[in-house]
């Protein structure tokens, strides 16, 4: 975790809790957080996701792993302490989301295990619901797919610390929810993670 450089700063806490935002909402707050393979299905699932929850009347927000590098981690490249790096900051993002009671959809190769449990441990930490969705889909099927011709590239030496091709892949050991993606229906996926909301809670239809 980043150490805290700043002194002299202290947490002002407010008067209006995540509970009454959580009662206009109608529903609480959580971080779905989408990894996998680049190829693998995150954003179109999570997309897909977005749209059934806010026919739903359920607020949830995604943040995306290019959108995010186009903006508030743009200064960051691919090496090991920049992945890490650009994990910790989105998982504070999605924190913040969280707290006013969003659903935040986060998706995000996040390729080290390490670097997704900090997040988890954040979340956990401060009482926030934490679930982990692991997009599984062989390199093979990801690879076929390359909708952003970024396995094609890696292959051919254009593109370096590329995950599954010359960068490691560590895949979850406990998710709270495991996807087949090049087995499953986009359908299927969705209503497998409504169901998980569903029993911890965070959604009531």
Not at 26 to 48: C, D, I, P
Not at 95 to 104: E, H, N, Q
Not at 155 to 183: C, M, W
Request: glycine fraction near 10%.
């Amino acid at each position: 975790m980043a150490e805290q450089k700043a002194t002299n700063v202290h947490w002002h806490e407010g008067d209006i809790t995540r509970e009454h935002r959580g009662k206009i909402l109608g529903h609480k707050g959580a971080t779905l957080w989408f990894t996998g393979l680049s190829g693998s299905g995150k954003s179109t699932v999570a997309v897909e996701l977005e749209g059934v929850l806010h026919e739903m009347g359920v607020l949830s927000y995604r943040l995306d792993g290019d959108n995010v590098r186009m903006g508030i981690n743009k200064n960051l490249g691919f090496s090991a302490e920049d992945r890490t790096e650009n994990i910790r900051r989105i998982g504070e993002v999605a924190k913040l989301f969280v707290d006013t009671g969003v659903i935040a959809l986060s998706s995000f190769i996040s390729p080290y295990r390490e670097d997704r449990d900090q997040v988890r441990k954040l979340h956990e930490d401060a009482g926030m619901a934490f679930i982990e969705v692991f997009v599984d889909c062989s390199l093979e099927a990801a690879e076929e797919r390359d909708p952003k011709g970024l396995y094609k590239k890696a292959r051919a030496g254009e593109i370096k610390n590329f995950t599954g091709i010359d960068d490691p892949y560590e895949a979850p050991e406990n998710a709270e929810v495991h996807l087949r993606s090049d087995q499953q229906s986009l359908d299927e996926e969705v209503q497998q993670i409504l169901s998980v909301l569903r029993e911890r809670g965070i959604i009531n239809q």
